[in-house]
């Protein structure tokens, strides 16, 4: 119980950490920093789950579902390198084409940040890892961590 416990609480606390950091210091995220963060709530569902049934496969999803966040993590380290463009239209640098409107530009206003995902957001100014790059390497340890937790849990 208490490895399902942990792992939930570490899985929510990235996407409350991240959504911290924007008023905190400051940063905006981007489209893939905005998707990066869905995974992790996932995980702390998963292993929340694992803290009252099904400890071992809801520690194996929870780590399943931080791998992913990884992932989008990795993917989104080889767009701030400029390795290969982002798909996600949020992620393209706001660009006017000539003169709008009031209302034209009342309507391009978006919900959601709309910094480009090619722009690393750092955490640690001078340190060069973005927050992508630390996502990947939460992601993924945290992922490690469920996965070992799993397989110390006996079978049901």
């Not at 929340?48 to 989008?72: D, E, K, M, T």
């Not at 706001?94 to 955490?123: F, I």
């Amino acid at each position: 119980m208490a490895s399902a416990l942990l792992i939930a609480i570490l899985a929510f606390g990235a996407p409350l950490f991240a959504k911290g950091s924007e008023s905190w210091f400051g940063l905006a995220p981007c489209e893939l920093c905005l998707w990066q963060r869905w995974p992790y709530w996932v995980a702390g569902a998963f292993a929340l789950l694992g803290v009252f049934v099904w400890r071992r496969p809801a520690l194996r999803l929870a780590g399943l579902a931080a791998a992913v966040s990884a992932a989008i993590g990795a993917f989104h380290l080889g767009v701030e390198f400029g390795w290969w463009p982002s798909p996600l239209p949020g992620c393209q640098a706001a660009t006017s084409g000539g003169a709008m409107s009031v209302e034209e530009m009342l309507r391009s206003l978006a919900p959601t940040p709309t910094k480009p995902c090619d722009q690393p957001a750092h955490l640690i100014p001078g340190l060069p890892l973005s927050m992508a790059g630390m996502n990947l390497i939460y992601g993924a340890s945290l992922a490690i961590l469920a996965w070992r937790l799993a397989r110390k849990e006996p079978r049901r």
